[in-house]
């Protein structure tokens, strides 16, 4: 014997939406959260005065993309398609039903709002003592834009693009004269004009993109998506933001979020630290990120707001090894004890660079260098906070600091991109991913907040605030 189900078969439905899901039902969580949020303080304005035929609710719009995306679902169409099938929609959204439309509308239109909803979530696990401030992680990574590789152009692309359409341009005109003297091909010669128009037009078009490459001052431009940046990943290199992240030590939850269009990470560190500072009220007692983020710089504007830094020395070849440093004097010896003095500074006017007096005393020594010019060496004029850095890196606790990085930082994109299918944006333009990527790291904190203390004490304590 088999069950086999009866679609003609009579049932009475539960006597309201309310009855639709079970008390413990994690969508319950979802709609409490959005429920404790300040709309004012995300810059929505409720208008219940407002004439005409009555919008749709901010809270329930914000139910519906919040939900959406802790399950994957984020296109407009999509999620049109789950308020009119899903139970657990339904019930969130109390049986409204806007179409995609009204959907994308709302998204559109409320873009800088949206980029918040990280915040009022963060906001409200620090009332709950989810959040604790104490300790940071930073870690930023790679999502695709909503463009293709082909829309990206360099000035090296177009000058050879220009090249070729030139060369083909050329070849038609050539073609052109051939066909005129032949007047039984006068088919292809209109088809010839109708690829000479189409050449012309994208020549056009390239000078175009190398004139606003040469004004803005850019090293590339995407015609897709203007704000995005050819970067590099796992995956290849593709048209891409850099989205950074600042995560809790205590349960892990996120504190802030950002997204950017630079290639490396090196500039964020102080930045994002201080956003973080900022959601908590007040400065942490220590901050942590990989080797991509060691920019001395950086990590000084962090340690002058009394924070301890952990993060490692990028690996370097060691020109200093045969060479003593002599801070009076301020001038190294080598092992031959010729003294190397300075020289002047770094391009980067980082660190100053010393030289042997005499290039004549390396050519008869070759112990330690065989160039003609002599022996030289550079040293980062913040040399002394750098060792103090490292030495905090290196102690004991700093390793067991930085040990913690890896399942705090990084389980957050994990989430994101493989439970939420995160892998690339829908809107184009730095508002929009902004938008999109503090909805999905509201969605971590929630789902995140969930495990940790369940669906009805996470209600209870949101309801507490």
């Not at 800088?112 to 906001?123: M, V």
């Not at 070759?366 to 060792?387: A, M, N």
């Not at 905090?392 to 991109?417: C, V």
């Amino acid at each position: 014997m088999y069950r086999t189900g009866d679609r003609n078969q009579t049932t009475l439905m539960p006597p309201s939406v309310e009855d639709y899901v079970s008390q413990d039902n994690p969508v319950r969580a979802y709609d409490a959260f959005i429920e404790a949020m300040d709309l004012k303080d995300l810059g929505i304005k409720l208008e219940d005065d407002k004439v005409g035929n009555p919008c749709y609710h901010p809270k329930a719009m914000l139910k519906l993309f919040v939900y959406g995306t802790s399950y994957g679902v984020r296109s407009s169409r999509k999620l049109e398609r789950e308020a009119v099938n899903n139970l657990s929609f339904i019930w969130l959204l109390g049986g409204l039903m806007p179409d995609h439309k009204t959907i994308a509308e709302f998204r559109r239109n409320n873009k800088d709002s949206l980029k918040n909803i990280l915040k009022q979530c963060a906001l409200l696990c620090i009332d709950m003592d989810l959040i604790e401030g104490n300790m940071l992680f930073v870690d930023g990574t790679k999502i695709n834009a909503n463009s293709g590789v082909k829309s990206n152009w360099t000035k090296k692309r177009c000058d050879k693009s220009l090249k070729h359409i030139d060369e083909r341009i050329t070849k038609i005109l050539a073609e052109c004269e051939q066909t005129d003297a032949e007047e039984e091909n006068q088919a292809s010669h209109v088809h010839m004009k109708e690829e000479l128009t189409d050449a012309k037009a994208f020549k056009e078009k390239v000078e175009q993109i190398l004139e606003k490459l040469k004004k803005d001052n850019k090293t590339q431009l995407n015609t897709v998506d203007p704000d995005c940046r050819a970067m590099s990943s796992i995956k290849g290199i593709h048209p891409a933001y850099n989205n950074q992240m600042v995560v809790d030590n205590k349960n892990g939850l996120i504190v802030s979020v950002d997204t950017i269009n630079e290639v490396t990470d090196i500039n964020q560190f102080a930045t994002q630290i201080e956003k973080a500072n900022e959601v908590l009220k007040e400065p942490c007692s220590t901050a942590c990120a990989d080797t991509g983020y060691s920019d001395i710089d950086e990590m000084e504007k962090v340690d002058l707001n009394n924070i301890e830094v952990i993060i490692p020395e990028k690996e370097k070849r060691d020109s200093q090894k045969t060479l003593t440093y002599d801070p009076e004097n301020d001038c190294f010896t080598c092992e031959a004890g010729k003294k190397l003095v300075p020289k002047g500074l770094t391009p980067d006017s980082k660190s100053r660079v010393y030289h042997i007096e005499k290039a004549s005393d390396c050519q008869a020594c070759k112990i330690c260098t065989k160039s003609k010019t002599g022996r030289s060496t550079s040293r980062l004029l913040k040399e002394d906070l750098r060792q103090k850095l490292h030495a905090q890196y290196r102690s004991k606790e700093g390793k067991e600091i930085y040990a913690l990085r890896r399942q705090k930082a990084e389980h957050p994109f994990g989430h994101i991109k493989r439970n939420l299918k995160f892998e690339a944006f829908l809107l184009r333009g730095i508002d929009g991913v902004k938008a999109e990527f503090s909805i999905a790291s509201c969605c971590f904190n929630i789902a995140r907040a969930i495990t940790i203390i369940g669906v009805s004490g996470l209600i209870t304590k949101l309801r507490a605030i």
